[in-house]
């Protein structure tokens, strides 16, 4: 394992639950501090601390705060979400970079620990909001909208997780420790893509993306990316270029072999083809007999079809799907810790052609864990056996 | 170089490949000091440079682009043609120089330039090759092609974007591409660790679809344990309400949410209307779900008097989180990434001055910096190959005269 040697304290809540289960993922042994008797049975909670063992500790007690001294001195890194109001002294980033002069702290929050507005409160809608990502998702006309599934802390995770390490390559250069300061913010910027580039360098503001492709035609066509299927939808975009000719062609031969209307597309000929100089009409009208042909199909025939003929576009895939993917299947992405049939995501990246197992449940204690991690609890009640 | 970044100093980094998902891993090294040479050739330079806008003043060329900048700065720009024996003999000769190898070709491109991990390492046995790609190096569709923007839809991020009983919704450009660049910034600088505490070297094999999942990993939790598949709501969550986006005077939104009765009080103040707070209708968070469209209205008619700036100043101030929804123009003057100098602005050979974007974390005894603007194709060639990898000059104008660097 690359980070075998290597010990976090993990003192987070929910904003920097993702950085540790990175770096334990890579190899590191990460102690997650609870409080005792937290609850520990929300799938937010495991999925983002399983690979963790759980130390229970009462911080306002004397021998639980040795404890954890003792601890600090022996770690790496230490992972913090510190808020004003209830770091203590334990915690509190600026006095362990004092007292643990090798260690790495790494302070997550919201808006990082400087600036005007480092004490603002803020959730992942705030911090979506915060970070330009809903000025870009909703009808371009619409609402700002949010992904329904929390995405900002995972930002903040993954920034998080490469400061300590940027902080920890340094130490074992010069024997310093150091302290990282995250702003989940700023993190959120990285999900703009180059976005904020039209502003400065153009000054446009790039607008919402909706359920339609716009922007392409000279001729201010929108082109259709969500089609419905027989049991969901389907992404797909009519795309120029030689990756986009390659996938026009297949798509109409896919169509033609299986006897389907084939309107204006039966005459297009992709290699000369440009989405830039189509107009509403032109687009509607080859767009018309697709739409007929996908709604034809299911998710799973497109995207085993699609492979074959080597054409872009991908089902818009529930978890559902996703759970049955044979790539993933095929990959062991998705793993269970030995002893359990609880099911998560398997570490995110395969090492020398192998993905390194999960090695504690979110369930194994800290206290017990001298031998192989075991579930002090029964798995979740549902459709895992 | 104009800035200086210490953190990361003494660890050098070659990649090959172009877009997003290689390079950003480079940049983000390089903004902590790490000596990152991005390598494209003048027949096929970066798509990044050539195939998307912005383009400076509007005018494409392969130094004048926005987006290639935005993820290609402090880094030195080489040309080799891969096509041609020396090319590969000389990248060959660069592996033999780096820490890191970044890549983002499609799998197998590596292996039949000669260019895969089990032939470098033997040249090189302490490097770290980072492979990243749609599918990842194994399995039944690693060959499949395909974009991250699409791939936002295949990893679930589409189909809980939007509203209820509406389509699935895109996000903006390609998504997934900058989870698996973030997460493999972190597996490449654990590679990269090791090599330097142990001399072993080792491959990585980054899946862009796995690491989106990784983003996903709550809902996929909740699906093994119960068969729960979740659906897009909007701005909706399962426990706080009222939770979402108000129009404001100015045009803009503000978005806030309020995660218990308590909270939900405070805002009742803020809003001038305490009586709200014992209200039947709203007063706990079910009744305040059940009336969602009356307390939307009543709230709406709050923002609509004042800015989203002075609406989320307000409600900050009663402890109510909340937060314009910042635009892409909002980021160059949001008071608190100004704070942070989140962008910096570096001056460009052909673009002239233009910002860049820092990451969203800095070291306090060795902080990072925009180290220079990005490159131009090629202009890097003299110094890296010299000076770097210590050609010889007969070696290097023996490289010119055969089209290497073209």
């Not at chain 1, 022996?74 to 362990?96: E, N």
């Not at chain 1, 903040?156 to 390490?165: K, Q």
């Not at chain 2, 390598?39 to 060329?61: A, C, L, T, V, W």
Request: hydrophobic letters at 45%; a neutral charge.
């Amino acid at each position: 394992m690359l980070l075998s040697d290597v010990t976090i304290i993990d003192a987070t809540d929910r904003l920097g639950w993702l950085a540790g289960r990175v770096l334990a993922d890579l190899g590191a042994d990460v102690i997650k501090l609870e409080a005792p008797g937290i609850d520990r049975s929300r799938p937010e909670w495991r999925a983002f601390n399983v690979n963790k063992r759980i130390l229970e500790l009462d911080l306002q007690g004397s021998a639980d705060r040795t404890r954890l001294e003792d601890l600090l001195r022996a770690a790496d890194i230490c992972l913090l979400t510190p808020a004003p109001s209830d770091c203590g002294p334990c915690l509190d980033p600026s006095a362990l970079r004092r007292d643990y002069p090798r260690l790495v702290v790494v302070a997550i929050r919201p808006f990082g620990g400087i600036g005007p507005r480092k004490d603002w409160k803020a959730t992942d809608i705030e911090l979506m909001a915060a970070g330009g990502a809903m000025a870009l998702a909703g009808e371009p006309d619409g609402m700002p909208m949010r992904v329904s599934e929390p995405q900002s802390y995972g930002w903040a995770g993954a920034h998080a997780a490469i400061g300590a390490l940027v902080a920890l390559s340094r130490r074992d250069a010069t024997g310093r420790g150091d302290l990282v300061d995250v702003s989940a913010q700023a993190s959120v910027i990285s999900a703009l893509s180059h976005a904020p580039a039209f502003v400065d360098l153009l000054g446009i503001e790039p607008t919402r993306a909706g359920a339609f492709m716009t922007g392409r035609s000279i001729k201010g066509a929108r082109y259709r990316v969500f089609w419905p299927c027989r049991d969901g939808y389907i992404n797909f975009i009519f795309y120029g270029g030689v990756a986009g000719r390659r996938t026009n062609e297949q798509l109409v031969a896919w169509m033609r072999e299986c006897g389907a209307e084939l309107g204006p597309l039966a005459a297009i000929d992709w290699k000369t083809w440009d989405p830039t100089k189509a107009d509403q009409s032109e687009v509607d009208a080859i767009e018309a007999p697709v739409a007929k042909f996908f709604a034809r199909l299911t998710k799973r025939e497109f995207l085993t079809e699609g492979h074959r003929r080597e054409m872009l576009g991908y089902p818009v895939a529930t978890v559902a799907d996703i759970a049955s993917d044979p790539q993933l299947e095929a990959r062991e992405f998705f793993q269970t810790v030995a002893g359990s049939a609880e099911r998560f995501c398997g570490s995110f990246a395969v090492i020398d052609r192998t993905r390194p197992s999960l090695r504690h449940h979110p369930d194994a204690l800290f206290a017990a864990a001298a031998s192989p991690a075991r579930p002090c609890s029964k798995a979740p009640a549902g459709g895992e056996s | 170089m104009s800035a200086v970044a210490q953190a990361l100093a003494g660890i050098k980094v070659l990649e090959f490949g172009g877009y997003a998902a290689g390079p950003h891993i480079g940049k983000v090294l390089a903004n902590f000091g790490a000596r990152t040479i991005h390598m494209e050739s003048k027949e096929r330079p970066d798509g990044f440079r050539i195939q998307y806008p912005p383009f400076k003043d509007n005018r494409p060329g392969y130094n004048r682009s926005g987006c290639f900048a935005f993820f290609n700065d402090s880094k030195y720009s080489v040309t080799v043609d891969l096509k041609k024996a020396a090319g590969i003999a000389l990248a060959r000769r660069m592996a033999q120089w780096c820490d890191l190898i970044i890549e983002n070709m499609r799998p197998g491109v590596m292996e039949r330039l000669g260019l895969g991990f089990a032939a470098l390492s033997q040249l090189n046995p302490r490097l770290v090759m980072l492979s990243t790609c749609n599918m990842g190096q194994t399995g039944p569709r690693a060959d499949q092609p395909g974009f991250g923007s699409q791939l936002s839809a295949l990893a679930g991020v589409c189909e809980l974007t939007g509203v209820p009983g509406g389509p699935p919704m895109l996000l903006y450009g390609p998504y997934i591409d900058y989870i698996a660049s973030l997460l493999g910034t972190s597996a490449a600088l654990a590679g990269v660790i090791r090599s330097r505490r142990t001399g072993k070297g080792t491959l990585i094999d980054l899946s862009q679809y796995e690491c989106g999942l990784v983003f996903m990993g709550a809902a996929m939790r909740e699906f093994f344990a119960s068969g729960r598949v979740p659906e897009r709501c909007g701005n909706d969550d399962p426990v706080a309400v009222p939770h979402g986006a108000y129009e404001c005077s100015d045009g803009a939104w503000v978005a806030l949410s309020c995660w218990s009765d308590a909270g939900f009080a405070a805002l009742a103040r803020t809003l001038g209307d305490e009586k709200l707070a014992s209200d039947a209708r709203f007063a706990a968070a079910p009744a305040r779900r059940a009336n969602s469209e009356a307390l939307a209205a009543i709230i709406s008619a709050w923002t609509a008097e004042r800015t989203a700036e002075a609406a989320a100043v307000a409600l900050q101030a009663a402890g109510v989180a909340a937060y314009p929804v910042v635009t892409m123009a909002g980021l160059f003057s949001d008071p608190q990434l100004r704070a942070r100098r989140q962008f910096r602005v570096r001056r460009h050979p052909e673009m002239g001055d233009h910002a860049y974007c820092y990451p969203g974390f800095d070291l306090a005894e060795a902080p990072g910096d925009i180290v220079g603007p990005a490159p131009c194709v090629g202009a890097d060639n003299d110094f890296v190959f010299r000076d770097l990898i210590g050609l010889t000059q007969t070696e290097y104008d023996a490289y010119r005269k055969q089209g290497v660097f073209d």
